[in-house]
């Protein structure tokens, strides 16, 4: 793993420490191993989160199917929320479920800076602290 990728996987375990949740990053992550493995796992004892962590200077991040595949495995085993925490350069972190994703023509998935802070939600609305209102048109 890139030096960048591990710092930002650190920083989500401090923030969740923070938040009160228990939160480690999963040494095994990143292709050492043949398990479904997500980046960070974290909980509070009421809820459960496994999170891939990607982080970009760009407009768009792209994530191999399989690690979507393991983040799903892993989720559905664990009991866990799968999210993919995506922290772009100068922006505040992102968490986007993994169906909101938009999949490739090569059946990968990518996510679009719009797309994350459209679809997106913030640390605290994922570990259940507050409830983020998302307006449409029609509000």
């Not at 398990?35 to 200077?57: F, H, Q, R, W």
């Not at 991040?61 to 393991?70: P, T």
């Not at 922290?87 to 909101?100: A, G, Q, T």
């Not at 938009?102 to 996510?111: F, G, Q």
């Amino acid at each position: 793993m890139s030096k960048k990728g591990s710092r930002e996987e650190r920083e989500l375990v401090n923030m969740l420490w923070d938040a009160d949740c228990a939160a480690m990053r999963a040494p095994a992550s990143g292709g050492a191993t043949k398990k479904p493995l997500p980046d960070v796992i974290a909980g509070n004892g009421k809820m459960y989160l496994a999170i891939e962590v990607k982080s970009t200077s760009s407009e768009r991040i792209y994530i191999n199917s399989q690690k979507i595949d393991a983040l799903r495995e892993f989720s559905d085993i664990f009991g866990a929320k799968p999210y993919v925490g995506a922290k772009f350069k100068r922006e505040k972190w992102r968490f986007v479920r993994i169906n909101d994703l938009v999949k490739t023509k090569k059946n990968n998935y990518r996510l679009d800076k719009d797309l994350a802070f459209l679809k997106g939600i913030e640390l605290e609305e994922m570990i259940g602290r507050i409830k983020q209102f998302k307006f449409s048109k029609s509000n």
